[in-house]
């Protein structure tokens, strides 16, 4: 059975650091590319991060770039999100998932196949 448990969120003020996890269980890991996104309230899923299965990683949000990276550790099956000078917009229930294929091209929603139960993060000014 494939899993994908998030986990890490919590409560910071504006300027720190948070180190999201996401442990995968039940398929090659080594042979998908793992993925966040995030749901703020009120607001439509967006996608965030991707790394590829040959650990290239890909943003898709202008906003996050130079404060989060992403990475992957194969022996333990884990992707992390470590997120620096966050911001109160950052608020919002962050999911990991697992994308159909190896490589990050065509990331969306409808790209993935498995969905961890999110994360809250939650930003004060």
């Known amino acids: 059975e494939v899993q994908l448990q998030a986990s890490g969120g919590g409560l910071v003020q504006a300027g720190g650091s948070l180190r999201l996890s996401c442990a995968a269980s039940?398929?090659?890991?080594?042979?998908?590319?793992i993925g966040w996104f995030r749901q703020a309230p009120g607001k439509k899923r967006e996608g965030v991060i991707c790394?590829?299965?040959?650990?290239?990683?890909?943003y898709y949000l202008d906003s996050v770039k130079g404060r989060f990276t992403i990475s992957s550790d194969n022996a333990k099956k884990t992707v992390y999100l470590q997120m620096n000078s966050l911001k109160p917009e950052d608020t919002a229930v962050y999911y990991c998932?697992?994308?159909?294929?190896?490589?990050?091209?065509?990331?969306?929603?409808?790209?993935?196949?498995?969905w961890g139960k999110g994360t809250l993060v939650t930003v004060s000014s």
């Open positions: 998932a697992k994308k159909r294929g190896y490589i990050c091209s065509g990331y969306a929603m409808s790209a993935m196949d498995y």
């Open positions: 039940g398929f090659t890991f080594d042979d998908y590319a």
């Open positions: 790394i590829s299965s040959r650990h290239t990683a890909t």
